[in-house]
């Protein structure tokens, strides 16, 4: 079972931005399909952006050109470097495969208010 800790998230004002991290652990992180995923207050939670193990990306309409993935395999580490914040992107913000295939880590909160 692979445990996943994200951090990075703050408090942030609209156009601002910040870089959020993923630490896993165990073995075969490399091999699975990476994502983001965030949920805010009454809504479900959604995938935002993925990365597969060889780099190629994809991203949610609503963060397309503003959100970037990447990972470290060595590391067992999953990155999201947001910028152009907008106040929509308050959420906490979880990392997990996709599909999921492990339990939820505690998320980072992600506010972005003036």
């Known amino acids: 079972q692979v445990q996943l800790v994200e951090s990075g998230g703050g408090l942030v004002q609209p156009g601002g931005s910040l870089r959020l991290s993923c630490a896993a652990s165990?073995?075969?992180?490399?091999?699975?399909?990476m994502a983001w995923y965030r949920q805010a207050p009454g809504k479900q939670r959604e995938s935002v952006a993925a990365?597969?193990?060889?780099?190629?990306?994809n991203y949610a309409d609503s963060v397309k050109g503003r959100f970037t993935i990447s990972r470290d395999n060595a590391k067992k580490t999953v990155y999201l470097q947001m910028n152009s914040l907008k106040p929509e992107d308050t959420a906490v913000y979880y990392c997990?495969?996709?599909?999921?295939?492990?339990?939820w880590g505690q998320g980072t909160q992600v506010t972005v208010s003036s």
């Open positions: 990365i597969t193990s060889g780099g190629t990306t």
């Open positions: 997990n495969a996709r599909p999921l295939r492990w339990s």
């Open positions: 165990g073995s075969l992180f490399s091999v699975y399909v």
